[in-house]
Each structure stands twice: as C-alpha cells, then as structure tokens.
C-alpha cells in the first residue's frame, strides 16, 4: 500500500516562518520590520519605551543602519512607532497583529505554566544546540560573535540585551540545521518575555546571562555538542530560577 506525500494545504505549511523565509525572498526592511514588531509582541518592547538608535539597534540585530532605519520607518506608517526629530523613537502602540514567533502565535506559549516549559526547553534546547554544535559552519560561529560583541556594550540596559539575547538564541536554534526544532525553541524563548525584562533589570542578571553567553559559544565554537548542551542547560537553569519569583509576584 502506498503512502501519499501530498500536503492538502501548501498555503498553510507556507506561513510556517522558516519555509516562508525559504520560499520568499523578503526584503531587509521588512525582515527587520516584522523582527521589530515581535520585540513588540513578546513584551520586549513596550509601549512608551524608546528604542535603541538606530546604531544599537543594528548592532544587536546584527544588520545594517539603512535596514533598521526602513524597518522602523515601515511600523511608523503603520502607528506603531513614533519618530520624533531630535528625540529617540518610541514605541506608540502594541497593536501589531498576529505575530508568530517560531510556528505558534506570540505569547501563545504563556498559556502553559513555567513547569512545563522548562522541562520542554530542557529536553528540546539541548538537542538543538547540541545540533548546532555539530552542524554550525564559520560564518555562524562569527554570527554569534558578533552578537556576543553587540551584549558587551549594552551590559547596562536590559531592554538592549535582550533584543541582541533573542538574535543571539534564535541564531544559535537555526544553525541546528533543523528549522522545526529551531522554530519549537524560539516559542519557547519566548515565554513570559516580559517578566524576563524585570528579571534582567536585577543587579548582576546581564552580567550572568553574557557569561551563559560566552560558555556556550566557546563550546559551539570547538564543536563539542556536549558542552554546549551542559552549557545551555545551565543558562535554561538560570532563566528558570530568575523568572519563577516574578510569576509568583515576588520582587
């Protein structure tokens, strides 16, 4: 008996972020527009906030001024950013549809209690990396590096940090070379974004997860899947610990 391969809904399957990067060839702007727009959604980004410059900004997504520039000028005709002349640009409103940050929509994964999604990201992330490890080419590891450089600078302005923290983990899921797995951990990156902000604000946070940081390129940039995956559970560990006292109401 034969199986059938065929997809009864090509158009779905083509709104999965990683085929529809790989079916469209989407311009700059607007990669670093919907980028932008999910910073804003996760809860990275909130409305009042100014966002980096436009130099900070590429730094962290590791792009060009002219492409966060046209990204931030496409979500200002939208209203949901406020360009001021002589003032930095601010978040106006956080009415940007539907975002989906890996498969699922943003802050779809909130919906799950924190138990559940650090026994995920500790069975799931540590295949990933491990993959990645394994798979990453030189033009990956210097990716990361340059992302590693971009934290240094921002070491005291969480919002700062965790825009490059997002490019840094997201980079590091799809250089796995498996794009479900890759679109899998991003979800899970993304739980409870803005109780990370608050998390990330507490003396000596940045500091620790640019550490994480350092340790699991070291071990990505030897091709050691096991250290990277001891080194990135660690990290998970520490987002677990650090977080857990905001979903409480604690300090």
């Known amino acids: 008996m034969s199986v059938s391969t065929k997809v009864s809904d090509p158009g779905l399957i083509a709104e999965l972020p990683s085929f529809r ?22 809860g990275i980004l909130q ?3 100014a966002l980096p410059s436009e ?16 990204g931030i000028q496409m979500l200002a005709a939208r209203g949901i950013l406020e360009i001021s002349h002589g003032a930095r ?36 992330d540590r295949q990933v990396v491990a993959d990645a490890a394994r798979n990453i080419d030189d033009a990956g590891v210097a ?11 921002a070491l005291d302005d969480p919002v700062r940090f965790l825009i490059s923290d997002r490019e ?7 250089a796995s070379g498996n794009p479900l797995l890759a679109d ?10 803005q109780h990370r902000r608050e998390a990330m604000a507490s003396p000596g946070a940045i500091a620790t997860s640019y550490a994480d940081h350092v340790a699991i390129v ?32 604690g300090d």
Do not use: C, W
């Open 47 to 49: 409305v009042g906030d």
């Open 168 to 174: 840094f983990h997201v980079a590091l899921y799809q």
């Open 184 to 193: 899998i951990s991003t979800d899970l990156y993304a739980y409870m974004m």
């Open 89 to 124: 640009t601010r978040v106006r409103s956080n009415e940007v549809g539907p975002v989906a940050v890996g498969f699922a929509m943003a802050r779809a994964v909130n919906s799950y209690d924190i138990e559940s999604v650090h026994a995920a990201r500790l069975l799931v």
């Open 21 to 42: 990067e790989a079916i469209v060839k989407r311009p700059i702007t607007t990669v670093i527009s919907d980028k932008i727009a999910t910073l804003i959604a996760s």
């Open 55 to 70: 130099r900070q900004l590429a730094a962290a997504l590791n792009v060009s001024r002219d492409a966060v520039r046209g």
């Open 218 to 249: 070291a071990a990505v940039r030897a091709r050691d899947p096991d250290a990277a995956a001891e080194a990135f559970a660690a990290h998970t560990g520490r987002i677990y610990a650090t977080t857990q006292p905001y979903l409480k109401g």
């Open 143 to 153: 990716v990361l590096e340059a992302l590693l450089e971009a934290q240094t600078e």
